[in-house]
C-alpha cells in the first residue's frame, strides 16, 4: 500500500523544467495497483493470523464432525458388530458387503441407523471443540518448537489434547449409547430407553467407564492421525492452500494408517462397552468387565492374537473416508467463512 500511495502521489504533477509539459499518463511508472490487492485475497487461509478466528474454527469443526459421522454410520454400525468376540450365529460376517445386505434385509432397512440421533447430537460440540483446541495448540506448539514452521511433535501433542476434550463429549453418547444400540438383538428400544436403562441397572459411571480406554485409544489414533495429515499435505500440498483433492487423499491415507494400527485397542474399547454377556460367561466372568488390562486379557482369552484384529477390515473401510470427508468439509468451511470475512473488509 506504501507503493501504491506514492506511485499515485508521484503522478498527479509533472515535474519541473522547460518544454512542453509531459502528459500525466506517461509519467506513471508500471503499474502497481493489483499488487497489494491480490495476495489479500489469494492469500492461503492458514497462513493468516487473524484470518481464521476461533467462532470459525469451530463452525467448521461442529459441520465436518456431523458430516463425517452420519455418512458412514452404517459401516460403523457393521464395525462394532464384526468386533463382537461371540457373536451370534445370525451376526456373524465375512465382509462389510455382505453383513450391510444380511442386516437390510433380515432386520430392516433403517437398522444400520439404530442409535445416529444420539450421534448427530454429540458430534457437533465435540468437534467444534476438538478442531479449535488442535487448530490454536498446533498454532502456539509450532511457534516455539518451529519458529512458526510444521512441526510434527506440535501436530502430535494439539492432536492428543484436542482428543480429551473431544471424548469427554462424545464418550456417553458415541461409546456406550450407540454402541449398545448397534449390536445384534439389542434389548432398547430407542435412544432415551437405552440411557435410562443403563442409568437404572449400572449407574452414572458406567456412561465413562470406558473413557479411560477410550483416551488410551484415541490418543495415540489422533496423534498418528494427525501427524500423517500435516505429512501429506507437506508432500502433496506444501503451500498450503485450499486444495480438496489434496484435503481428501491426505484425510484418507492418515485415517487408515491411524486406524489399522490402533484396531486392537479399539476391540478393547468396544467390549467394554458393549459388555458382551455371552462372551464374558464363557469366561466365567460375572458382573461388569472393566479396565484396559482386563479387556486385553479377555480378548486374548477368547479370540487370541487374530482377536486383537476382528474388525480391522470394517474399521479401516469406515475410517478411510470418514477422515476424508471431515478434513474436506472442515477445510472447504474454513476456507469459505474466511474468505467471506475478508471480502467484507476489502
Not at 484436542?162 to 450407540?178: F, G, I, R, S
Not at 489399522?260 to 458382551?276: G, I, S
Request: glycine share 8%; proline share 7%; charged share 15%.
Amino acid at each position: 500500500r506504501m507503493e501504491l500511495s506514492c506511485g499515485v502521489g508521484g503522478s498527479a504533477a509533472a515535474p519541473p523544467g522547460p518544454g512542453p509539459p509531459i502528459p500525466a499518463a506517461t509519467a506513471v511508472p508500471v503499474p502497481v495497483v493489483p499488487a497489494p490487492v491480490v495476495p489479500m485475497e489469494d492469500e492461503e487461509y492458514e497462513s493468516l493470523p487473524s484470518g481464521a478466528s476461533l467462532g470459525t474454527h469451530m463452525m467448521a469443526g461442529a459441520v465436518a464432525g456431523i458430516m463425517e459421522h452420519t455418512v458412514m454410520y452404517p459401516v460403523d454400525s457393521v464395525k462394532t458388530r464384526m468386533q463382537s468376540l461371540q457373536p451370534d450365529p445370525k451376526a456373524q460376517y465375512r465382509s462389510v458387503y455382505e453383513a450391510l445386505k444380511k442386516i437390510v434385509l433380515t432386520e430392516g432397512f433403517w437398522r444400520p441407523l439404530r442409535g445416529i440421533n444420539v450421534t448427530m447430537l454429540g458430534a457437533g460440540p465435540a468437534h467444534a471443540m476438538y478442531f479449535a483446541c488442535y487448530e490454536k495448540m498446533k498454532k502456539s506448539l509450532s511457534d516455539i518448537l518451529q519458529h512458526g514452521g510444521n512441526s510434527h511433535l506440535a501436530n502430535g501433542i494439539a492432536g492428543s489434547v484436542a482428543t480429551l476434550l473431544h471424548d469427554a463429549v462424545m464418550n456417553p453418547a458415541e461409546a456406550v449409547v450407540k454402541q449398545r444400540m448397534q449390536m445384534f438383538n439389542s434389548p432398547y428400544t430407542s435412544v432415551l430407553a437405552c440411557v435410562r436403562t443403563v442409568q437404572k441397572t449400572e449407574g452414572f459411571g458406567a456412561f465413562y467407564r470406558s473413557y479411560s480406554t477410550q483416551l488410551t485409544m484415541n490418543i495415540p489414533f489422533q496423534a498418528i492421525h494427525f501427524i500423517t495429515y500435516e505429512f501429506m499435505q507437506e508432500q502433496i500440498n506444501p503451500q498450503r492452500e485450499y486444495n480438496p483433492r489434496s484435503h481428501i487423499l491426505s484425510g484418507a491415507i492418515a485415517g487408515a494408517v491411524a486406524a489399522a494400527a490402533t484396531t486392537p485397542l479399539d476391540v478393547c474399547k468396544t467390549l467394554l462397552n458393549t459388555q458382551e454377556n455371552v462372551a464374558l460367561s464363557s469366561l466365567n466372568i460375572s458382573g461388569h468387565l472393566s479396565g484396559m488390562v482386563n479387556a486385553f486379557k479377555t480378548v486374548y482369552q477368547l479370540g487370541g492374537v487374530w482377536g486383537y484384529f476382528r474388525g480391522v477390515q470394517a474399521r479401516v473401510i469406515y475410517q478411510m473416508p470418514s477422515t476424508a470427508i471431515a478434513w474436506s468439509v472442515y477445510e472447504f468451511f474454513k476456507y469459505f467463512l474466511t474468505k467471506h470475512k475478508l471480502d467484507r473488509r476489502t
